[in-house]
């Protein structure tokens, strides 16, 4: 296991005889290693002491650096690897830098441990080469970016028959393995200079400038290692150490490219938040200016329904007294006509503020002021009214929807005043469950053609009820014929208003 450490004796002059002198040396080793001294200079002292400094230098203590560098860098990318799955090519680089330093152990090892002889050593250093090959061809190709599946499969499988011979058979074989994977390495080399050809790209161009050293040290070695183990004369030393900071220099400019570019996409999408939230505020702002808009286009259209629902219906029942009655008016008649409609105005103006008033607490008091003003202009017009009121409410309905409830009603009792000529009309106000609310308004009038009036677009009223009716989220129809005219509302207390 001293094949590779350089030694010197000092030989004792009184011992030395004059013209030729035999030193005897005994080396031990498998015969299959070819066990021996190697390179032998004699000379002075001082010389040779010189020349083993220099030798202890190339052959132990750059290895020992290389192994040193190797080591750090390996668990550096691996820690990358490990937190960025994707960057395959610093998996592959740890790999080939762990597989590089157990291949210098083998060859700084002094002793076979953990091994029980040399030759399974020399098995280990030869599948430790393996295994560096392998990841240097994957490494080299990820990080170039090639995708080689049927080349990458055959390089597994000669690795893996590669493994079993260094194990298993004789040594001539094992160093055919060998001398086949170096061969391999030579061919990447080569390779990368083709794909740095094909596509110059920086990182490309430096990466195969360092395979370029590789490739003529490689060449180099090997000749020297074909006729014998020369290690004074192989730059494989000096060429891995600087090969290894040349890679650190490498992949850590392309980490470093990586996190410029991750800070740029940071600063990119902070700009991108800030204009997106400008953005979004500016269609806020217009939406809430819409919505304002929208809110007092609302106002007014409320204000013309209540209108025409109240104050309208009041001028519609007090015209029709008027013109109805077969006796003039007196002057109290005529002011308690003009209390009425002042107090349906009132009550249009106050409809903003009713939704804090309190709700009626039974259907006979919600209707209680409707049916007085109608009971009595229905009297003076000959109309017989029948008003079917449940005793109690089975879910009290808001002081909204009361209030739009009456506006309804008071148009359609105005319809009937105008233009039904009926004899009677029934006015039903019942809740079939707890959530729902019923209201139906029957006349036995002349009735009238319902689709004709609602394509020519002249009915004000019916178009007004129809509105209510679906801000109250309910349903509304009118039946009208020949024998007379059904207006039907139903609304469901929990749906929310609009």
Partial sequence: MSWNMPRWWTLPAPALLAGENTIWIRTSGPATLSPGLGRVKIGLATDIQQTHTQSVWRQRLIYYITLGLSSALGCVFFAVWCLRRSERAYGWYAVMSLCWVVYLSTILALSPWPFNSTLWYSRANNISFQLYVLSFCLFTWRFTGQTLPRIERILWLCNALGILISLFAPRPLVELVWLTSALIFLATCVHCQIIAWRNPQPQHLLLAACWLIFLIVGIHDLIRLLGGWQAHQMWGAIA???????????????????????????????????????????????????????????????????????????????????????????????????????????????????????????????????????????????????????????????????????????????????????????????????????????????????????????????????????????????????????????????????
């Fill in 240 to 498: 891995g150490l600087m090969a290894t900071l040349v890679m650190a220099s490498l992949l850590g400019a392309r980490l470093v490219l990586y996190m410029q570019r991750i800070e740029s996409f940071n600063t990119e999408l902070e700009q991108g938040i800030a204009l997106a939230r400008q953005s979004l505020k500016d269609v806020l702002e217009r939406e809430h200016a819409q919505a304002i808009r929208h809110a007092t286009l609302r106002e007014r259209l409320d204000i013309v329904h209540d209108l025409h629902d109240g104050l309208g219906g009041s001028l519609v029942r007090s015209m029709a007294f008027v013109e109805q009655s077969s006796v003039a008016l007196s002057n109290e008649r005529m002011l308690s006509l003009l209390k009425t409609l002042r107090d349906d105005l009132r009550q249009v103006i106050d409809h903003g503020s009713s939704a804090g008033a309190n709700a009626p607490t039974s259907p006979i008091q919600w209707a209680a002021p409707l049916r007085h003003r109608f009971t009595r202009l229905f009297e003076q017009l000959n109309i017989q009214s029948t008003w079917q009121l449940d005793q109690h409410w089975k879910t009290q309905p808001s002081t909204l929807i009361c209030l739009a409830l009456t506006r309804l009603i008071e148009e359609a009792l105005a319809n009937v005043i105008k233009h039904s000529a009926a004899r009677s009309v029934t006015i039903v106000c019942s809740q079939a469950d707890t959530d729902s609310l019923h209201i139906r308004i029957q006349d036995d009038g002349i009735g009238f053609n319902v689709d004709s009036v609602l394509n020519a677009g002249l009915s004000v009223g019916m178009r007004s009820m129809a509105a209510r009716a679906q801000r109250l989220g309910g349903s509304f129809n009118i039946e009208s014929n020949s024998q007379g005219t059904l207006v039907f509302l139903s609304i469901n207390l929990n749906t929310p208003t609009s």
